[in-house]
């Protein structure tokens, strides 16, 4: 063994304890930021070959481990934007270039376009809804994801296209009675649009038609029919199919479907028990709702609530060999695996927790006792490269 190998290996030790100290340094400045991995140094020995009689020494290689898989727990906050994934899976982002990466930090706000960014401000991703119906999602491609844009689902209105109503007309009411309720629909540019419905008892003698069966006449600013309803023995109707009906507008009249199933006639008054038209009126968004699943609600003015978007989540063979990028997201890696997208509660992914942040998950105290630990091994090894470099000096001062 020679004294430059003791000073060589001296030297190794405290760069070994110095990464290690950097990789404690990085944890306790960042024991506060969301969704934040803690690193941590593991050590794996350089031996060199020796011959018998004689060592030579090595040295010691650091290797940078990330407890990505390792949750930390959640905080729960008063904003609806703020996002926490429970289990496995990590949030889709994007950066100001448009290239996807992965991300745990979950508190998303609205930036001036009307995109939800979190604090390193990447964008969030999702699949669009439209109609009620889930755009495509890949499950082996995040280029396809678009930004999650609060602004674009305010003042949109939708055309109603189906009308669902039901009630019990009296079994007992004499012939000729009629009953009446209204419907609000709207048409493409959000008008309100009232549908009357009239319920007329058929009076055998004027209409020799079976007993148990109704008249429905369509009135107001909508128009079509009229329709017969035929009950069963039991005041049951039999499954139909829904009416075709019009609202009526310029410049031209707008379709609608009215369906009556569930409608029957019983011995009881008059009393609706179904009544729902779907489609809106303009509406600015007065709030945002984000189901376990991943759904983003547009919650309007008027009340209503609107699907918008869909927010997968992406996971990968080994998440804790995905690489680290600045602002706290992380990139597939050859070690990692390919990245892989699905739903939230589908296929061991995990939930989407709205109003809460995910912690980082370092161990302010076992950071603390690991500092000291690596001062005193940094201690120990600079001993070695002092102790080696006196016996070299002791050595050189031989001749003299």
């Known amino acids: 063994m020679s004294l430059y190998g003791v000073m060589r290996t001296g030297v190794s030790g405290m760069a070994a ?56 727990s959640l905080q729960y906050t008063t904003s609806s934007t703020d996002l926490a994934v429970q289990g496995r899976g990590f949030f889709v ?12 930090a979950g508190s998303f706000v609205k930036n001036d376009q009307g995109e939800l960014v979190n604090a390193g401000g990447f964008r969030l991703m999702g699949v669009p809804i439209e109609d ?3 755009g495509p999602l890949p499950a082996n491609d995040m280029a396809t994801l678009v930004p999650v844009t ?17 009630a019990n007309l009296p079994a007992n009411a004499p012939d000729g009675t009629t009953v009446q309720s209204s419907l609000v629909a709207y048409d493409q540019v959000g008008n309100r649009k009232i549908i009357n419905l009239t319920f007329v008892n058929l009076t055998p003698d004027a209409l020799p038609r079976a007993p148990g069966e109704w ?36 410049p031209a009249n707008q379709a609608v479907q009215l369906d009556l199933n569930g409608t029957t006639q019983v011995a009881a008054a008059y009393q609706v028990t179904r009544a729902v038209v779907d489609g809106n009126a303009p509406s600015a968004v007065r709030d945002v709702s984000i189901g376990a699943d991943g759904t983003v609600y547009a919650i309007m003015e008027d009340g209503t609530r609107k699907a918008a978007y869909r927010i997968p989540l992406a996971d990968v063979p080994s998440p804790d060999r995905l690489k680290p990028l600045p602002g706290n997201v992380y990139a597939a890696s050859m ?23 995910e912690q980082s998950n370092v161990d302010m105290a076992a950071e603390l006792t690991a500092m000291i630990e690596s001062q005193r091994s940094y201690t120990a090894n600079s ?9 070299l000096e002791l050595l050189v001062n031989l001749k003299r």
């Open 17 to 72: 304890q110095s990464t290690k100290l950097a990789t404690v340094a990085d944890n306790i400045a960042n024991a506060n930021t969301n969704g934040y991995k803690r690193a941590q140094a593991e050590f794996s020995s350089l031996i060199l070959p020796s011959e018998a009689g004689s060592y030579t020494s090595g040295g010691v290689t650091p290797n940078i481990r990330y407890a990505i898989s390792q949750q930390g």
């Open 93 to 104: 982002v994007s950066d100001p270039a448009g290239s996807p990466v992965l991300t745990r």
């Open 132 to 134: 009620g119906v889930m």
């Open 150 to 166: 609060l602004d674009q689902m305010a003042l949109e209105a939708t055309p109603s296209s189906l009308a669902r109503f039901a």
């Open 215 to 250: 008249e429905v006449q369509v009135s107001g600013d909508a128009t079509g029919g009229p329709f017969t309803l035929a009950f069963g023995p039991d005041g049951q109707l039999a499954p139909i199919t829904p009416f075709d009906i019009e609202l009526i507008q310029a």
């Open 335 to 357: 070690e990692s695996g390919d990245v892989r997208i699905g739903l939230a509660e589908t296929g061991g992914l995990g939930s989407v927790v709205a109003g809460a942040v």
């Open 383 to 391: 001993k070695s490269f002092q102790t080696g470099s006196d016996l």
